[in-house]
């Protein structure tokens, strides 16, 4: 059947933390159901509403938005603790959101003992990933393992108790191995399972519930978290996150048909950030990482590490667009460059044989022996944070969105220049 709403879906084209909480929240004011499809807390969504400040780790920033139907698919990964805390921390500021999320039967429960595991293993690793120590591998492990416990084994008290049991010893076993005491589990476990009550209250079948309101003719945004790059199949394996963040994660994870899909917008910086480990191909010189991870307050919303930063990765993003089909992209922090005399983009990587490449490539080692090659833009030097119409931009800071659409082969949809609501400049 033909779907007659709208689905747009947002993706990070880089290493995450492009600002899709904010593009969500300013395209949420348009929608009328806003979705996750996968991840879990290891998510960090900064959004500024008037002077307030948001960080959300597991509710869509389309929260914000009053009235808008918010929902958590299958593909996401639920700490319940901490998303009650967040609904309660919501609530408490003043935010009616009764009757307004909804969390998927389907969707799989991140327990206290996958945040032990994580922590663990990444400890012990000769190859450490840099997680965000939320628990986040050892849950998806369950799942493909086919001993995850979701929602929907919450209904079914005697059930749940033998499948927890099950993950549970499996999980106590390598804890042993690694020496590691279970600290505070029991505790941790009692606190989750009081929940459940309040989660079965908002469960909900969320691909019957897309499906059903894109019937209807209405607008849905499916909000991914992290970014291409740190794709479990597409990014820069092993040092992925656990999840596909990438677009086609966004039919799997929320339960409808990719057709019903119109639209997938790829969220970058106007430069490239990365927290955690592995390869970052475009990063800056030490002086100039400090310079901008200071002007662009580059630290992690989840875990306050500092992130690295680099210049803007047109392989990357050439690459972003093509793996996930991007309809258009959003450019966000445009700003942060306002006092820089010139700009940097990498256009293709240089091998160490010297042939140049620019296909982003699949041996993730390779990445840290490649030079990338660079082209320099005069930079703008002036302020564009009360700019809001593309032509009001300077002609430098146009002459760099243009580059980044052309090397992208997507258009620039949107461009951010600050952190508030208002601070954006639509195209088109
Ligand atoms: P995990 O998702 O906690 O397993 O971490 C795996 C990798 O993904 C690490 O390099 C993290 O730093 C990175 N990562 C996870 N979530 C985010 C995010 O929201 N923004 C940026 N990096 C993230």
Redesign the pocket.
Known sequence: MTARGSCTVIVGAQ???EGKGKIVDVLAENVDIVARYQ?GA???HTVHVGDDEFVLHQIPSGILHPGRRCLLGNGVVLDVRQFFQEYDGVVARGIDIDGRIGVSYRAQLLMPYHQLLDKAVEHAAATK??????G??PAYEDKAGRRGVRVADLLNQDRLAKRIEAARSRVEGKLDELGVPAARLDEAMDETLALSDRLLAIASDVGPEISAALEEGKHVLLEG??GTA?DLDHGTYP????SNTTAGGAATGTGIGPTSITDVIGIVKAYTTR????PLPSAMTQEMDEHVRKLGGEF?A?TGRPRRCGWFDAVLTRYASQVNGLTGIAVTKLDVFDTMPEVKIATAYRMPDGKERRFFPADTWSLSEIEPVYETMPGWEAPTGDVRKLEDLPKNARAYLDRIEELTNAPVRWVSVGTKRSQIIPIG
């Open positions: 290493w995450g933390d991840g290891n998510a960090g990933i840099g997680t965000t120590g939320r986040i591998g978290a992290q740190l040092f992925v996150t656990s927290v955690g480990e592995g992690g989840t």
